[in-house]
């Protein structure tokens, strides 16, 4: 699998995300950045999360794509969109309850005039302590939003707890 990148842009409001490649806890911090600054606009018409080029996700890119439609639907009434096709994340998507979440599309977007105006999000050099509170909240949201998976994250959830409440 080739290593995750993910690429975000912004229109007159309208806001994409388009990830590439395995998308892991590398790149959380520097998601959740990104997530949070949508949420620091008041112009927010519209928000695309494009998986077509996705060979994978973690637990905690789900939890960050989680808290970004939960942050859509409160903030704005906005139902985010999310375009795959691959079997294996709908699955995913599905399990963890993300499709109640986003309108997702089984077909690439179209009018892809944004492609040249993408930046790529780097790896952000957070401190290990931050990165450890994103991990937490991102499993608590996945948790929130679908109870089920409970018995999958507790063990971690627990760990993350305790490590972020030593650093307080």
Do not use: W
Not at 3 to 9: D, L, S, T
Not at 99 to 116: K, S
Not at 142 to 168: A, G, T, W
């Amino acid at each position: 699998m080739d290593k995750g990148k993910i690429f975000v842009g912004e229109t007159n409001g309208n806001y994409l995300i388009r990830m590439r490649g395995d998308v892991r806890v590398t790149l959380c911090a520097s998601l959740n950045h990104y997530v949070e600054s949508i949420f620091g606009n008041r112009n927010v018409k519209s928000v695309l999360v494009d998986l077509f080029e996705t060979d994978g996700v973690d637990s905690t890119t789900l939890g960050l794509l989680t808290k970004l439609a939960l942050l859509c639907q409160r903030h704005y009434a906005i139902v985010p969109l999310l375009f795959c096709d691959n079997p294996g994340i709908l699955k995913t998507l599905e399990a963890m309850s993300l499709d109640e979440l986003f309108t997702i599309i089984r077909q690439a977007p179209t009018g892809d005039d944004t492609a040249g105006q993408l930046q790529e999000l780097l790896c952000d050099k957070s401190d290990e302590a931050e990165a450890r509170r994103s991990v937490l909240e991102a499993h608590r949201l996945l948790v929130e939003v679908n109870p089920q998976c409970e018995p999958e994250f507790v063990d971690l959830i627990r760990y993350l707890e305790e490590e972020v409440s030593k650093q307080s």
